[in-house]
């Protein structure tokens, strides 16, 4: 891999963070069947320079076989996925806007709203998400190949989230500084509807959702899929306590949705 080759490939990634030859439901980007057959020509040596310059970045490039996830290989297409992902332990890139997510979900609506008050919100939006995707199809991180299933409709997105926040008002508010989550979420159920709508915008715009046929239903990306399980095999093991007996995937579940497994729990 040449400077200028690893430079395209970088900007294709910075720009998609994903290349795939053989993309399975959307149409190849420009110049990502070129990028995807330079990168399944190169060494394990040139991988490892790439996989060096990305790290002085804060990132690391993920690479799986799409026929592990159902996506069968055609010819003359390379069937690698390659994905940039963050890399632990490794601060993000100064060129790199750690706000953008917090500024794209402000708008007219709540243009009023503090930083912290956003921050809580998209917490609790995007952990509501990821039941939608894991816990409500019985579905493991690992199982990336069940993207496809994990659906997800802005109306039942919004009646779950009106449900949680009226049983979280009805426990009453906690002491301490878990209150002033509390106050943040209770205190904005009436725009429920408003950020939970921009919410999936901002999704679909970060290429974490995909619109899935009908209108107002999405379904979790290959690209987000991949990112999850990165994140749970690299990221939730160093949450997980040295003693546990119930794995990393079960253990991972858990962290993500903030719900206990009462059956793995019994007797511990």
């Known amino acids: 891999m040449n ?27 420009d110049g990502e069947l070129e990028a995807a057959r330079m990168l399944s020509n ?13 790290l002085t970045q804060g990132f690391t490039l993920y690479i799986r076989d799409a026929f592990e996830f159902g996506i069968p290989a ?20 100064p060129y ?3 706000d953008w997510f917090i500024g794209q979900m402000k708008d007219r609506r709540n243009s009023t709203a503090k930083k912290p008050e956003l921050v809580f919100w998209i917490t609790r939006l995007w952990l509501t998400l990821q039941w939608f995707f894991y816990q409500r199809i019985d ?17 039942l997105f919004v009646e779950s989230l009106s449900q949680g926040i009226e049983r979280l008002g009805n426990e009453g508010r906690p002491e301490g500084e878990a ?10 159920k009436k725009s429920i509807s408003g950020y939970a709508t921009k919410f999936i915008k901002v999704m679909e715009s970060a290429g974490m959702i995909e ?24 990221e939730l093991a160093y949450l997980m306590p040295p003693e546990s007996e119930h794995g ?16 793995n729990n019994k007797g511990s």
């Open 139 to 155: 579905r493991m991180p690992s199982e990336v190949s069940l993207y496809r299933d994990a659906l997800i409709s802005e109306t």
């Open 3 to 29: 400077p200028s080759e690893m430079g395209r490939i970088f900007g294709l990634l910075m720009k998609h963070r994903e290349i795939h030859g053989n993309p399975s439901g959307r149409s190849l980007r």
């Open 42 to 54: 190169c060494s394990q040596t040139d991988l490892t320079y790439f996989d060096e310059f990305l």
């Open 248 to 263: 990393i995937d079960t253990r991972s579940i858990e962290l993500l949705i903030g719900e206990v497994n009462e059956q």
């Open 96 to 98: 790199l806007n750690s």
């Open 74 to 93: 055609k010819h003359g297409r390379p069937n690698m996925i390659y994905v940039i992902t963050r890399s632990r332990g490794v601060e993000l890139a």
């Open 179 to 188: 209150g002033l989550m509390w106050d943040a979420i209770w205190e904005g």
């Open 211 to 234: 619109a899935a046929g009908n209108p107002g239903e999405y379904r979790q990306t290959l690209l987000a899929a991949i990112d999850m399980a990165a994140i749970a095999e690299n």
